[in-house]
């Protein structure tokens, strides 16, 4: 176990060949791609589901799938893109899934989001703006913005994630959602509008 | 003032704060600015955003995230989850089939039952039975008056009932099934048997008959009482001819005439009764002593050409019917 004992040790490994070494059957390898990539699948479902025990098991069910099918991949795309595009998938189907099923639910979490909303401005009331890292360094604050990212149309928010959080290229995001660069550029720009129109009375 | 930009503007924004825009761009916002100084601000407010989330703290995935996915696909591989969700493909045809099947037999079903209904009503009438219970029918056999009073239509020219009594019925029996084999009657052939009487249904060609009677002529001498009725389509008796020879029987198979038929059976009965030298009852191998003449011949006047000695004999179309019983003689 001493072979992958600390996450940074298996960023050490490129993936095309830990690929081919879970091609051939090498357990170890699985192991490596689960642990190099798992918290960055982890915290972007996170960050678009909203829900961590569904993140925990939209995280597993996307290991699970790519790693079933791993005699598949081809290497047309990288593995984190298709790792990427397997976790994005699975967690805006969960969404649609739960939007149905809990659309009676909205107006309680609007009460709840501006209820978030008021204690960030309260907390947030330095008239020259408080520092964003400082923000984010702060666990509450930290998760009501997370909170009010999930307050976006789910198209705009999963390009903000993938953008502004997990900080992948246009290229990247169009290849994992399958878009046009141009519909990325879109969609990215109207969920920055619309997240700073959540946010203005706290970060001005 | 409006603080919504125009989207074209929201993606200006958007690309110099990723550091993506163009010369173009660039000098484009530089102009939008003179005219529009609060673009400056939200350009700042996007650019203090994006520093917010980038900076928003990563949160470790749950600690049992890699046994939780080895202990899955572990269970996948032992479930045959693999195999599941590719027979679920199959499985998809099948149902399909299946479906399909359903709603053909849902159709097809009513449908039969409305072919069965239209059949029963558009079918033609069916024949009148004659049909009497067999032991009923067998044990009256020999009586005139218990014979079918309703045979089957078409009624055939000749339907006779020819009744062998012996003390030998299984040495006889067994002859007449050889001959009705060995001349090819056997699939026209019905046999019966019913305590001590055998019987055998015959429907074939008035030639046939006709050969299979003169085949069986053995059998007379080892018969106490050979009788023939024969049944008489004009009024619907029969006409008992006692001790009837098998010339007899092949001429009266051969008529296709009833009224002909009727009166010839009705001579041969009276001729008959006349003759106590049949030799029906005489010890086996005498029976070629016996002349053919000793029986009158038909006035040709009564057969009207249908039939004459010496002629060619006309085959029959239509089948003609002997009923053969052989019974015990209890005397």
């Not at chain 1, 699948?41 to 025990?53: E, F, M, P, S, V």
């Not at chain 1, 790693?67 to 967690?91: D, M, P």
């Not at chain 1, 009460?111 to 703006?129: C, I, Q, T, W």
């Amino acid at each position: 176990m001493a072979f992958f004992n600390h996450y940074s040790e298996t960023k050490s490994f490129d993936d095309i060949t830990l690929v081919r070494q879970c091609q051939r059957g090498d357990s170890k390898a699985m192991d490596c791609l689960i642990l190099k990539y798992q918290d960055r699948i982890y915290n972007t479902i996170l960050k678009i589901c909203q829900n961590r025990d569904d993140a925990a098991e939209l995280t597993q069910d996307t290991f699970v799938k790519v790693l079933e099918s791993i005699q598949s991949f081809s290497g047309r795309s990288s593995f984190y893109t298709w790792l990427f595009r397997v976790a994005v998938n699975l967690t805006l189907n969960h969404c649609r899934k739960r939007f149905k099923t809990t659309a009676v639910s909205l107006d309680a979490a609007n009460e709840h989001f501006e209820k978030d909303k008021e204690r960030l401005v309260s907390m947030l009331a330095d008239p020259n703006g408080p520092d964003p890292a400082e923000i984010a360094q702060q666990k509450e604050l930290a998760q009501i913005v997370v909170n009010l990212i999930g307050q976006l149309p789910q198209d705009f928010r999963v390009v903000l994630v993938l953008r502004d959080i997990e900080q992948m290229s246009y290229a990247h995001i169009a290849d994992v959602l399958e878009l046009e660069i141009g519909t990325v550029k879109s969609r990215l720009s109207r969920a920055r509008m619309l997240l700073r129109e959540l946010l203005e009375p706290v970060l001005t | 003032m409006n603080d919504t930009p125009k989207p074209e503007i929201e993606e200006l924004l958007s690309a110099l704060i990723d550091e993506d825009a163009s010369e173009r761009q660039k000098t484009e916002f530089k102009r939008l600015l003179q005219h529009e100084p609060a673009l400056a601000d939200q350009l700042a407010a996007l650019r203090h955003q994006k520093q917010l989330l980038n900076a928003l703290p990563i949160e470790p995935a749950p600690e049992s995230l890699l046994a939780d996915i080895k202990a899955a696909m572990e269970r996948n591989l032992i479930l045959g989850d693999y195999r599941e969700s590719s027979r679920s493909v199959m499985g998809a045809g099948n149902l399909l089939l299946r479906r399909i099947l359903t709603v053909a037999a849902m159709l097809l079903l009513p449908l039969g039952l409305l072919g069965v209904v239209v059949f029963e009503i558009l079918k033609p009438p069916a024949e009148i039975s004659s049909y009497v219970p067999a032991k009923q029918t067998l044990a009256d056999e020999h009586t005139a008056s218990s014979l079918p009073s309703v045979p089957a239509a078409p009624t055939p020219p000749f339907e006779g009932f020819l009744v062998f009594k012996t003390s030998q019925p299984m040495a006889v029996g067994n002859f007449i099934e050889k001959k009705v084999f060995d001349i090819g009657l056997i699939r026209f052939m019905v046999p019966n048997r019913i305590d001590d009487t055998m019987t055998y249904q015959i429907t074939a060609p008035a030639e046939k008959i006709a050969e299979l009677v003169d085949a069986l002529q053995p059998v007379w001498p080892r018969c106490e009482q050979v009788i023939l009725n024969v049944y008489n389509s004009a009024n619907k008796q029969t006409i008992e001819i006692p001790n009837v020879q098998p010339e007899q029987i092949s001429t009266l198979a051969r008529e296709d005439s009833p009224e002909l038929l009727a009166r010839l059976a009705v001579r041969y009965a009276s001729a008959n009764l006349k003759r106590d030298d049949s030799y029906a009852g005489r010890p086996a191998g005498i029976e070629n002593q016996l002349s053919d003449n000793i029986y009158p011949e038909l006035n040709p006047p009564i057969l009207t050409g249908r039939y004459a000695p010496n002629q060619t004999t006309p085959v029959l179309e239509q089948p003609v019917k002997l009923h053969i019983s052989v019974k015990r003689n209890a005397e």
